[in-house]
């Protein structure tokens, strides 16, 4: 979902706009400056958050024994619900819940960053865009697994986790308890932050856009972000379960959709595709007319993907913590599919289009942006993908919106001790916030969100390096019942 190489409506600012750029403005360079605070590596500047969350994955990839490859046929499994028992603690299933978790990933990244990556990068970033999707799913295992041992279970039957549940109260255990609690508290702000910013107003504002670029209505901005308010609204209201019902189905059919029109793309020039492959290999390693050479690609691919996927932010853990389970590693071994399905298909999808159709290699390309270069890969085959690509830059935008606005609302209601209140406020402010992203053009608080977001992963990964033994001990011992037969399936077939 990630915004950051995605720009904002790029308008100049007057009126209310003028005013919040001015305050919000300096604030948001200097958070910025910070968060995404970059080194010289070989004439590259290398972004510290982006080297922070992959070498989290490749630690924890390592660490735990390879579980995203060992263990991706039982992921598939659970997704499956062959190990599902209906009487377990918990609100959704085991798809339902990667359902949600994967709509407040997959978004505008998949589709406008992929084409930024390959923009800077040539076509050997999407091979290190896979190689980081790849490590991100071991990332996104620990957290989730922790997210579900260290959650609340409330007495109307409905829970509460996430990473500030697990950094207060694992922590504690380890003899932290005010290191826990600051680090919640900071991952917590972070996350209400990030959800009113970059999983809302920015997404609202990209569709109405969009929307309006395609069949016009500037005037009536306003109207389209109310509709959106309005659909949010009637989402959120019933919580997770209503939430996880309709990303159920969202998140396949636009996943379906957009696949489909990039293999319809792919097989018309099947005969490049050796050719685009060796593009993609050769330019990873050897790569030529590219800034830095191999390391310039290396940190395009990896900055894509980490950017994208969201491992190691620690978002999706709340939405994953809401299944229905009693054992904390199935999760895990779920939520690793996440960044296979986010980065591992979509994105690759996105950057063989393109790659395949050429257009990134045109001396104009430049002068496209993302949106424009995918649409124009896309439309070389399919004429009409321009009203492909608004109903899934609209779906990609909602279903972001209401997973969301499920993480800012936890966030809220931790900081004000599990306030069912707080939980409601913040549900009516979420809607809002909607209104408003549809019709301002929000430069620097979009930056100032993404900051917010990208923050989350400093206590999060700080937390799972100090559960790391409590975390695989968790892993490993529920994998050796699954290997003995101890664990069975309740569904064979």
């Not at 298909?345 to 395949?356: D, F, G, N, S």
Request: include cysteine; charged fraction near 15%.
């Amino acid at each position: 979902m990630a915004t950051a190489f995605v720009a904002a409506e790029e308008t100049e600012p007057s009126g209310i706009d003028a005013a919040v750029n001015d305050a919000v403005g300096p604030i948001a360079t200097w958070i910025e400056g910070i968060v995404f605070y970059r080194f010289e590596f070989f004439g590259v500047g290398v972004p510290v958050i982006v080297l922070w969350l992959i070498t989290g994955a490749v630690f924890f990839t390592i660490f735990l024994g390879f579980k995203n490859i060992v263990g991706f046929k039982h992921a598939i499994d659970l997704v499956r619900g062959r190990y599902s028992h209906p009487e377990d603690a918990g609100e959704v299933s085991h798809f339902q819940a990667l359902a949600t978790a994967v709509s407040g990933t997959v978004g505008l990244g998949n589709i406008a960053g992929v084409a930024v990556a390959i923009s800077l990068g040539g076509p050997g970033a999407t091979f290190w865009m896979i190689v980081a999707g790849f490590f991100g799913m071991s990332l996104k295992m620990a957290e989730c697994t922790l997210g579900v041992k260290y959650r609340k279970e409330h007495a109307d039957g409905s829970v509460s986790g996430g990473p500030m549940y697990y950094l207060r109260d694992g922590i504690a255990k380890l003899g932290k308890p005010r290191l826990g609690k600051v680090m919640a508290i900071v991952f917590a702000v972070c996350c209400v932050g990030g959800s009113l910013g970059g999983g809302n107003m920015f997404q609202s504002n990209q569709a109405t856009a969009l929307i309006v670029e395609v069949f016009g209505g500037e005037d009536y901005k306003w109207a389209f972000g109310l509709v959106f308010a309005i659909l949010v609204a009637l989402v959120i209201i019933g919580g997770i379960k209503s939430i996880a019902r309709v990303t159920d189905k969202i998140v396949p059919f636009m996943a379906v959709l957009y696949i489909t029109a990039a293999l319809v793309v792919i097989f018309a020039n099947v005969s490049m595709i050796p050719a685009a492959f060796g593009q993609i290999i050769s330019g990873a390693f050897n790569p030529e007319g590219v800034v830095g050479g191999v390391v310039g690609v290396l940190i395009v691919g990896f900055q894509r993907a980490a950017f994208s996927n969201e491992a190691g932010v620690g978002s999706a853990s709340i939405a994953h913590s809401a299944v229905r389970t009693k054992e904390p590693a199935t999760e895990g071994f779920v939520s690793l599919l996440e960044p296979f399905i986010d980065t591992i298909v979509i994105c690759t999808m996105t950057a063989l289009v393109i790659v395949i159709t050429g257009v990134w290699d045109d001396p104009n390309s430049s002068e496209l942006g993302g949106v424009g270069l995918t649409t124009a890969a896309f439309q070389s085959v399919l004429p009409w993908f321009q009203f492909v690509l608004v109903v899934a830059v609209v779906l990609f935008a909602f279903s972001t919106m209401i997973a969301w606005s499920y993480y800012g609302m936890k966030a809220t209601g931790y900081l004000f001790g599990d306030s069912a209140k707080a939980e409601n406020i913040f549900k009516a402010v979420f809607c809002v916030f909607t209104l408003i992203g549809a019709t301002l053009s929000l430069g620097p608080v979009i930056g100032f969100s993404d900051s917010m977001i990208f923050l989350m992963s400093v206590p999060n990964l700080i937390g799972l390096y100090l559960l790391a033994r409590v975390l695989k001990k968790e892993i490993n011992g529920y994998w050796e019942r699954i290997q003995s037969g101890e664990i069975e399936m309740v569904d064979k077939h």
